[in-house]
Every structure is written in C-alpha cells, then in structure tokens.
Nanobody, 115 residues
C-alpha cells in the first residue's frame, strides 16, 4: 500500500507562484513514477507532470511547459510541483498519483487563481 498526501494549495492571483507538495510513504513506492493531475470544475482530469525517483526524468503537459516544474526530494520522500505565472485556467483540484497505472491517489489540494 502507498499513501500520498498533498499540500500547498491556496487562493492566489494571476501571475503568482505556488508550490504543491506530495508526501509519499509505504512499500516500494519508489518503483513508480509520481504524477500530478488536476481536475477543474466540470472538466475531466488532466495530466500535468510526472517524475521518476531514480533519475528525475520528467514529463510535462504542453499547457504547463515553461511555467511548472516538478522535482523530488528523495530524503524527504516528497515530490513538488512549483507553479509559476499562474493563470485563472490553472484553477483546479490538484492530485498526485503513483503506482502501476497510477493506482494510488492522494486526496488532492485546491488551487484557485483569480484574475
């Protein structure tokens, strides 16, 4: 079993920055990529970014490239999502996920960007 706990969400203005955290625990969680997803009201869940624990290989959605950075701290077992130049369309609940086919999910953290 893998446990994921997100934190760091909040209400910010357009252009601001925010850092989300995803603390991981449990057995063998470092065998899998960790990804951030988001779900805006009335929309489907979208992939945002992912990273591997071993070599920090990263993948980004086109919509966040150049604005968001995913990175991890192996000692703290935590994956971060640094979000910059936030836009109102980034407003969503952000989730981290891991495991085979992203089996394990956290409870999410809300990010609201006002214009």
């Amino acid at each position: 079993q893998v446990q994921l706990v997100e934190s760091g969400g909040g209400l910010v203005q357009a252009g601001d920055s925010l850092r989300l955290s995803c603390a991981a625990s449990g057995r063998t969680f470092k065998n899998y990529r960790v990804a951030w997803f988001r779900r805006a009201p009335g929309k489907e869940r979208d992939f945002v970014a992912s990273i591997t624990w071993s070599d920090a290989n990263t993948v980004y959605a086109d919509s966040v490239k150049g604005r968001f950075t995913i990175f991890r701290d192996n000692d703290k077992n935590t994956v971060y999502l640094q979000m910059s130049s936030l836009k109102p369309e980034d407003t969503a609940r952000y989730f981290c996920a891991t495991g085979p086919a992203y089996t394990y999910w956290g409870q999410g953290t809300q990010v609201t960007v006002s214009s």
